[in-house]
């Protein structure tokens, strides 16, 4: 069997820590669009969030109600001219794309004001345009070498890795909330079946004993 050389095993080793130094370099979020937010909609209460936009650029709103009432809540959204693009009521969760189709501020807002007592916990993700792509293809003569079309894959899969948590997380933060809100009805529920069962047998004690107490009983006589 061939044995390398210094220089060839400098190379293989050269290469070897490369590819892991940019598997880390990939497992770290770059420069992007992308604004996620978990936030407390106290009732009654209406929040609101501005994002400039660029005409052109694509953009995702995707939201969902972690805990409180029903998991429901009303959601807008407006162009720099207050043109309604997207209005929903009383939605649990929803996604919407659209492309902007002029520069300037746009607006969409949550609101709780429907209910009287309960406050909401949101979660929204707001993409604005795409990612940068990994290896630009400016001044750039060759194709992609084998080693960064398996980096790129790599970090398409990362990515939908982190959108596959993001969404487990939700499901677990919103399942935990059912859960305890169960904890909490069974919790009066039983309390309330112990004073009533309290009731019931105080009660029946106090029949009981009415039926076998001493009755005294008058006689009157009648003269010829």
Known sequence: MPRLGSAQRWAAAAGRWGCRLLALLLLVPGPGGASEITFELPDNAK?????????????????????GGHYDVDCRLEDPDGKVLYKEM????????????????????????FSTFTHKTVYFDFQVGEDP?????????????????????????????IDYQTHFRLREAQGRSRAEDLNTRVAYWSVGEALILLVVSIGQVFLLKSFFSDKRTTTTRVGS
Do not use: W
């Open 133 to 161: 792509p990994l290896f630009p293809s400016e001044n750039r003569v060759s194709a992609l070498t084998q080693m960064e079309s398996a980096c790129v894959s790599i970090h398409e899969a990362l990515k939908s890795v």
């Open 90 to 113: 009383k939605k649990q969760y929803d996604s919407f794309t659209f492309t902007a189709s002029k520069n300037g501020t746009y607006k969409f807002c949550f609101s709780n004001e």
């Open 47 to 67: 929040q609101c969030f501005y994002e400039d936009i660029a005409q052109g650029t694509k953009c995702t709103l995707e939201f969902q109600v972690i805990t």
